[in-house]
């Protein structure tokens, strides 16, 4: 086989293709033949040893892919050779195999794309336990979406349609929020160029959004926060933007407004079940065509390094995927 072996995290640099012994699956694990797997963020911040996790090294990175099982450990009796799946994994996705827990795979149904698969399981998840389990997200309510055109933010724009709230999809150009709009957001702001507060405040009437979807982080949290209504629910996702902000813990007092922390990995560790239901509601969206992955560049497993560059220069529209031929 095949991988990207990162054996100092210093950064993209520090990651180099090389032919390592292709793994037998231990007990419990099945071998995956990889046909995509996609680069989210924190697959970028793992090689720079900026993420929370810290693989023991060296490790393959790439947290999500979705293939072919090859072989199956003792134990396994839900998957068999040929079965097609997607994966979460943490690492090992950017590689022609992995072995991974057969309890983290996702047995997919027929007519699931692999490059959509690989683009699913962190995103959609993520997204559906942020929105639906810990925002109470519902019909009717008007939801923010920071970075909208980003994986987790097109995500969060589908999701928010297929629940039935009214969604306002914040970017920082033209064209993605042009693309925002072709995938079903109501309403869009580049706040490349408007001002963030006065545009929410004439979008919703001056009422403010009820939820708010922030996987960015940094000097939008604060003014997007003044702006949210009341018993609005801030649901925190990730830091895109580098700096981790910091509230006057004032605001949520005067708004009767909550801070909710999501951490899809851990709930999908803890809550399995919940998780399951989850993952099965969304693959009944897709087949129902009310979410699909946006995948806004395919390139080859060998192309990690240009993809990381596109990741940094945050040029991705949608999610980027890697295929291995």
């Given at each position: 086989?095949?991988a ?11 990651v ?23 680069l ?13 996790l ?11 892919f ?13 998957l ?10 943490g ?42 389990d810990?925002?109470?997200l ?12 980003g994986?987790?933010?097109?995500a ?64 939008l949290?604060e ?12 649901l ?18 005067l ?18 079940q ?5 993952l099965g509601?969304?693959l ?30 945050r ?9 291995n031929?």
């Open positions: 086989m095949h990207w072996l990162c054996e100092n995290p210093t950064g993209p640099e520090s180099t293709w090389k032919e390592l012994p292709t793994p037998e699956p231990r007990d419990g694990e099945v071998r995956v033949a990889i046909k995509a797997a996609s989210n963020f924190p697959d970028l911040l793992i090689v720079q040893n900026r993420y929370q810290k693989p023991p090294l060296p490790f393959v990175p790439g947290s999500e979705a293939g072919v099982v090859e072989a199956v450990g003792a134990g396994v009796s839900h068999k050779p040929g079965d097609a799946v997607a994966a979460f994994s690492t090992g996705g950017f590689a022609t195999q992995a072995c991974v827990s057969a309890a983290a795979t996702l047995p997919l149904p027929a007519g699931v794309a692999f490059d959509d698969a690989a683009a699913f399981v962190l995103t959609y998840g993520t997204t559906h336990h942020a929105l639906l810990r925002g109470a519902r019909a009717g309510e008007t939801l923010l979406v920071l970075g909208a055109a994986g987790v933010g097109t969060a724009v589908q999701i928010g349609k297929a629940v039935g709230a009214t969604v306002i999809a914040a970017a920082s150009s033209d064209e993605k929020c042009a693309l925002c709009r072709s995938i079903g957001a109501d309403a869009t702001i580049d706040y490349s160029r408007e001002n963030l507060r006065e545009r929410l405040k004439e979008l919703t009437g001056g009422r403010g959004p009820d939820v708010v979807y922030d996987p960015v982080g940094g000097d949290a003014p997007v926060f003044r702006s949210i209504a009341w018993r609005g629910r801030y925190v996702i990730g830091f895109a933007q580098g700096a981790i902000p910091s509230l006057p813990l004032n605001l949520p007092l708004k009767g407004a909550s801070l909710v922390g999501v951490f899809w990995g851990d709930y999908a560790r803890r809550e399995p919940a998780n399951a239901r989850a509601e969304l009944r969206w897709y087949r129902e065509g009310k979410v699909k992955p946006v995948i806004g560049q395919r390139l080859p497993m060998t192309e990690l390094p240009q993809a990381y560059t596109l990741m940094g220069s040029r991705v529209l949608g999610k980027l995927v890697l295929v031929a």
